[in-house]
């Protein structure tokens, strides 16, 4: 997701583009997730996966080759066709991540909610003049 | 909603307490909560307080290093039962109590290495109360698209279970 980087000095040095930004980038096109989908039905030709678009084979071979790249597809070894198929570890790890990475936050900020109130209500408790409790805050 | 959705702003998935939404290369959370901005950032940089709340609902969090200064090191570690543990690390870049601090958030993805980038905190005293940013930078809004559509392609694709018996037949 992010390109890695190093620190040196506080200048911050992006290092070789990391896999999972290339995976992500790979994402961003709708011709290449509906490719993706095909492909979870089994694998397929290029014939095959350009044939629902309105596009040339070398348009698609293009398409595969940034998936490829991004090793979200392989070729089969067939000597007669090179059949394209899904890599369903890699999807399924950059899939489950993103959720992963959205709950983090959402729910931190949640526990971190309940945790502040439980504090505060335990102040309230605890002191009755409280002087550092504001009197603008609302109950 | 506190935070007005502009052309570059995209929402992604805001609830009615926490604002989600991407901006050209960043993924901000927003939430403000009842409390002081001492009280919000002393959870944040207390290495006994932390555990209280970091990670998501099912989560217990340690404190394994947290040298707070330019450059310290941090390391958390995540345990869930279902899981084994994760380790969360990094190193403050900048901080600049109780407003705003920046570290580097890493983790390992199977597969892939380790993964992670730069985030900024914000803390806003709004009147007594706290308004928290955390602002995930990715490196761009190509990266972003992806990432969340790689959901839209499990949702396509349907359960993991019957693709990868798909994939067992050869």
Same mark, same amino acid.
């Given at each position: 997701?992010?390109?890695?980087?190093?620190?040196?000095?506080?200048?911050?040095?992006?290092?070789?583009?990391?896999?999972?930004?290339?995976?992500?980038?790979?994402?961003?096109?709708?011709?290449?997730?509906?490719?993706?989908?095909?492909?979870?039905?089994?694998?397929?030709?290029?014939?095959?996966?350009?044939?629902?678009?309105?596009?040339?084979?070398?348009?698609?071979?293009?398409?595969?080759?940034?998936?490829?790249?991004?090793?979200?597809?392989?070729?089969?070894?067939?000597?007669?066709?090179?059949?394209?198929?899904?890599?369903?570890?890699?999807?399924?790890?950059?899939?489950?991540?993103?959720?992963?990475?959205?709950?983090?936050?959402?729910?931190?900020?949640?526990?971190?909610?309940?945790?502040?109130?439980?504090?505060?209500?335990?102040?309230?408790?605890?002191?009755?003049?409280?002087?550092?409790?504001?009197?603008?805050?609302?109950? | 909603?506190?935070?007005?959705?502009?052309?570059?702003?995209?929402?992604?998935?805001?609830?009615?307490?926490?604002?989600?939404?991407?901006?050209?290369?960043?993924?901000? %959370?927003?939430?403000?909560?009842?409390?002081?901005?001492?009280?919000?950032?002393?959870?944040?940089?207390?290495?006994?307080?932390?555990?209280?709340?970091?990670?998501?609902?099912?989560?217990?969090?340690?404190?394994?290093?947290?040298?707070?200064?330019?450059?310290?090191?941090?390391?958390?570690?995540?345990?869930?039962?279902?899981?084994?543990?994760?380790? %969360?690390?990094?190193?403050?870049?900048?901080?600049?109590?109780?407003?705003? %601090?920046?570290?580097? %958030?890493?983790?390992?993805?199977?597969?892939?290495?380790?993964?992670?980038?730069?985030?900024?905190?914000?803390?806003?005293?709004?009147?007594?109360?706290?308004?928290?940013?955390?602002?995930?930078?990715?490196?761009?809004?190509?990266?972003?698209?992806?990432?969340?559509?790689?959901?839209?392609?499990?949702?396509?694709?349907?359960?993991?279970?019957?693709?990868?018996?798909?994939?067992?037949?050869?």
């Amino acid at each position: 997701m992010y390109s890695t980087f190093q620190l040196y000095n506080h200048e911050v040095i992006e290092t070789e583009e990391d896999a999972l930004s290339k995976t992500f980038a790979a994402l961003a096109d709708p011709t290449r997730r509906a490719i993706l989908a095909r492909l979870a039905e089994g694998e397929a030709s290029v014939k095959d996966l350009a044939a629902p678009f309105e596009m040339t084979q070398p348009a698609i071979s293009k398409h595969l080759r940034v998936l490829e790249r991004a090793g979200l597809i392989e070729q089969g070894r067939q000597a007669q066709w090179r059949p394209r198929r899904l890599r369903a570890g890699p999807l399924r790890e950059i899939s489950e991540w993103v959720n992963q990475y959205r709950r983090h936050w959402e729910e931190s900020f949640e526990r971190l909610d309940s945790y502040l109130r439980e504090l505060n209500d335990k102040q309230e408790q605890g002191n009755g003049d409280d002087d550092d409790r504001d009197p603008n805050r609302p109950r | 909603m506190e935070t007005t959705m502009t052309e570059t702003r995209i929402d992604r998935g805001s609830t009615n307490t926490t604002t989600i939404y991407s901006e050209g290369g960043d993924l901000v %959370f927003e939430r403000t909560f009842d409390a002081p901005r001492e009280q919000v950032w002393k959870a944040f940089m207390d290495p006994d307080l932390v555990p209280r709340w970091w990670g998501p609902h099912g989560t217990t969090t340690k404190v394994a290093e947290m040298d707070v200064r330019p450059r310290g090191k941090w390391r958390y570690v995540s345990s869930a039962p279902d899981r084994d543990d994760v380790a %969360f690390y990094g190193e403050y870049l900048e901080i600049d109590p109780p407003a705003r %601090f920046e570290w580097t %958030f890493m983790f390992d993805v199977e597969g892939f290495g380790p993964q992670g980038g730069p985030e900024t905190f914000l803390f806003e005293d709004l009147d007594g109360r706290t308004k928290v940013t955390s602002i995930g930078h990715m490196g761009s809004a190509e990266a972003i698209e992806g990432a969340l559509a790689s959901g839209m392609i499990a949702g396509a694709i349907g359960t993991w279970d019957r693709l990868e018996a798909l994939l067992a037949e050869g």
